[in-house]
Nanobody, 125 residues
Framework: QVQLVESGGGLVQAGGSLRLSCAAS????????MAWFRQAPEKERAFVAA????????SYGDSVKGRFTISRDNTKSTVYLQMNSLKAEDTAVYYC??????????????????WGQGTQVTVSS
């Protein structure tokens, strides 16, 4: 059984930083692409960032490029999202997700099978 547990969310002022973590249980973490998505009130869940199984490929949504960095530590089965220069429009619930297929990468929401419970990020302006 795969479980994803996010942490690190909170309230921060515009221009500040937060680091989200996602700890995964289950086998073969190091074979799966991991991603972060976010969902703001009354909006659809949107892609934020993804990293492939060995960190050799990353992808970012246009709105976070240059400000957010995704990374992973396969020895700890954990993926991170470093968020800098936060803006009010970054306010959302952030979800960690695991790709459904080993050794494949994509940014499509439907390609991700397992999801965490989400962590709230609120940026005050």
């Amino acid at each position: 059984q795969v479980q994803l547990v996010e942490s690190g969310g909170g309230l921060v002022q515009a221009g500040g930083s937060l680091r989200l973590s996602c700890a995964a249980s289950g086998r073969a973490f190091g074979l799966f692409t991991m991603a972060w998505f976010r969902q703001a009130p009354e909006k659809e869940r949107a892609f934020v960032a993804a990293i492939n199984w060995n960190g050799g490929w990353t992808s970012y949504g246009d709105s976070v490029k240059g400000r957010f960095t995704i990374s992973r530590d396969n020895t700890k089965s954990t993926v991170y999202l470093q968020m800098n220069s936060l803006k009010a429009e970054d306010t959302a619930v952030y979800y960690c997700a695991r790709h459904r297929t080993t050794l494949q990468h994509s940014i499509r929401l439907e390609d991700y099978e397992y999801w965490g419970q989400g962590t709230q990020v609120t940026v005050s302006s």
